[in-house]
């Protein structure tokens, strides 16, 4: 089975790196033991993208097998006849060779596959003329060396070398060969973040000659986290429990797995959290092992990931598709029909009124341009919602207009052939499960009654049921001050939101507050707006009812960072449900928004019992822990199926800051 993941932007970027895995599974039928034919390919990339005659050249290459999985191989290059050089696969299938290539010769070479048959591979074809690339690590940084032919156009002996990481300019240098034909230099990256550095060298019309993709690692991605195993019982439904805590004080957001260790046939080191954000998110193709470049310092594995760089990196320049535009989460856009008086109106604004399926209520005040066009983006809901809209203006008449929504989701997506040959192997092989899990797994349903369960809760206060009841993600818990608008009586004399927080916060600057672009500052710094816990902006808060609010959380600017802004942050909600009257409203359509979470079910044997035999493989699944300075620790606990003998946990997590953390051991 195979699952792909992707977003719009990632087709506009380049397809070819959408998310693709393929997944292991129980195989309940007798295994075929038969063998499996392999074929073999070896191929070879210059370096920096093209082959230059009479340039010193290094070449890189990889040998796979049908199935994509790495295999080791030796050769000869030959020449006219002559062995100029001898290669060899130096880490999973990788390796290179260094060569200048001369004219008018062509270049072979001689390797055996691992059942011993040979084969005769051309090299790639070379370019007559221009210009070469070539980086080295040292402790210091990047060395970098251009080299130019001899006789080469104006353009390419005025060059321009640019590096750039996180989509950010690092490193530009303009390089003069009009006099020399090779020049070296050096690019220091002690103080960057790790991650993929990309090289690129323009010509003076600022035309690409050649990119190079190279890595640097200061082992400075790291969450300061752990955990603790307090409770350890191997014996059938025995409780375990552990807890995790953090040092840092920026907010953190984990994920944790335990799972039946005696199953556990995935690769070692195998993709992580860290070696996917790093690494293998950005590169094409299949890294085998890629969490073995995370583990140590050594200079081989240093080495080793230059070797990925070069067979894995070898890049061609790509014109985003600009039919895919990426949007800030689920994004309503549509237009009013029948709307033309609309343009003699001053600023209309739209109200679209959600109700979505857990019956939480979310008002969208939406500006609208004088074509009737709208667009609103950074809304989260999950399921389904209606959606209803009324005008701010009482003198439009809403039923002489239709509105048309829709949630900027894609529709259907080209299909992109899956190159099995290539991704068969995914670093996991079809799981042969003991008879005894195979048996009872398949042999009873999945189906359960589970006891009566009494449920007993503390009373909260009034703030933390308005707390349980709207926030979510960031904007649940945190350093805040909370206002309870729907509480105060006094909160109805005020004209504006703005008003009433000129009154509660000390330091807060509002200008043109009536206006459809007001200013709102704290202590001279943006103040960042979320609604309903939807990212918003001034302007939607400014056409808020005093009546329509009834919860307010203030973040001052020390606690921006944690939301991406140097200032503060105000979250506002609206009475969910409360002093709308859908009936008079008509109903315009029902969208879909993204999947419902589903809870993970995990038996709690101190309370219940299952009727049937447990092998679940997976023990334990918790994908979103959020820590923080107040909360800096977080108990869990789980219980054994029938046989598990040991387990293992892996624990991933990232904080506000980015910072992120990988974990796994068996116990």
């Known amino acids: 089975m195979y699952c792909r993941a992707y977003t719009t932007e990632s087709i506009a970027a380049d397809p070819d790196l959408q998310y693709f895995n393929a997944l292991s599974y129980i195989n309940r039928k007798a295994g075929n033991d038969s063998v499996v034919s392999h074929s073999y390919d070896l191929q070879f990339l210059p370096e920096g993208g093209d082959w230059i005659n009479n340039l010193p050249s290094v070449v890189a290459f990889k040998a796979i097998d049908s199935t994509g999985k790495p295999i080791e191989v030796f050769g000869t290059i030959v020449s006219m006849g002559e062995v100029v050089s001898e290669f060899s696969t130096s880490h999973d299938g990788m390796g290179s060779i260094s060569l200048v290539p001369r004219l008018n010769k062509a270049y072979n070479a001689i390797w055996k596959d691992p059942d011993g048959i040979e084969h005769n591979t051309i090299l790639p074809a070379r370019k007559m003329q221009g210009v070469a690339l070539h980086i080295s690590d040292l402790a210091e940084g990047k060395k970098f060396f251009i080299f130019r032919s001899h006789e080469v156009s104006a353009a390419e002996k005025e060059l321009l070398l640019v590096a750039y990481q996180n989509n950010e300019i690092i490193y530009e240098a303009k390089v003069n060969l009009s006099v020399s034909e090779s020049i070296a230099g050096m690019i220091p990256t002690k103080g960057l973040s790790t991650g993929i550095l990309y090289l690129t060298l323009f010509n003076k019309n600022l035309q690409p000659l050649a990119e190079r993709v190279t890595f640097v690692n200061n082992h400075n991605y790291n969450v300061n986290a752990g955990f603790t195993i307090t409770d350890i019982d191997h014996t059938k439904h025995g409780l375990n429990k552990i807890k995790l805590y953090i040092t840092d004080t920026l907010r953190s957001n984990f994920s944790v797995a335990i799972t039946d260790a005696d199953l556990d046939n995935s690769p070692k080191p195998q993709d992580n959290i860290i070696s996917h954000l790093f690494l293998t998110g950005d590169l094409k193709g299949k890294i085998q092992n890629p969490g073995y470049y995370f583990v140590s310092k050594s200079d081989s594995v240093t080495k080793n990931m230059d070797l990925v760089m070069l067979t894995h990196g070898c890049r061609k320049y790509h014109v985003p598709d600009s039919t895919f535009k990426e949007s800030n989460y689920i994004t309503l856009s549509g237009e009013l029909s029948g709307a033309n008086y609309l343009t003699n109106l001053e600023n209309p604004v739209v109200n679209i009124i959600m109700k979505t399926d857990d019956k939480n209520t979310f008002l969208l005040p939406i500006n609208i341009d004088k074509l009737g066009r709208f667009v609103k983006d950074g809304i989260v809901f999950y399921g389904s919602a209606k959606l209803y809209f009324k005008f701010n203006n009482k003198n439009i008449d809403s039923k002489r207009i239709k509105l048309k929504v829709n949630n900027g989701f894609l529709d259907s997506l080209p299909t992109i052939p899956i190159k099995t040959d290539l991704l068969l192997y995914a670093g996991k092989e079809v799981t042969k499960a003991p008879d005894q899990y195979v048996q009872n797994y398949f042999s009873r349903g999945h189906s359960q009654n589970l006891k009566e369960v009494s449920i007993t809760a503390k009373k909260t206060d009034e703030i933390q ?194 910072k992120i953390f990988h974990s796994e051991k068996i116990f």
């Open 465 to 658: 049921k308005l707390e349980n009841t709207y926030t979510a993600g960031l904007l649940s818990g945190g350093i805040s001050t909370n206002l309870l608008v729907g509480a105060d009586p006094k909160a109805l004399n005020y004209i504006s939101l703005f008003d009433y927080l000129k009154s509660k916060i000390t330091g807060m600057q509002i200008s043109n507050y009536r206006s459809l672009f007001p200013i709102v500052l704290w202590r001279d710094r943006v103040i960042k707006f979320y609604l309903n816990n939807n990212e918003s902006s001034a302007a939607d808060i400014r056409s808020l009812g005093m009546a329509e609010l009834d919860y307010i959380k203030v973040y001052d600017p020390s606690m921006g960072g944690a939301f991406g802004t140097i200032g503060g942050v105000i979250a506002v909600y609206t009475k969910k449900g409360k002093g709308f009257d859908f009936s008079s409203n008509e109903l315009v359509t029902t969208l879909s928004g993204y999947n419902s979470v589903k809870e993970f079910y995990s038996p709690n044997y101190g309370k219940t019992s299952l009727n049937r035999a447990d092998v679940r493989k997976t023990l334990y699944w918790q994908p979103n822990i959020i820590m923080d300075k107040g909360r800096p620790t977080y108990q869990l606990e789980f219980y054994n199926n029938d046989i598990a003998s040991k387990f293992k946990i892996i624990i991933e997590g990232i904080n506000s800051e980015g």
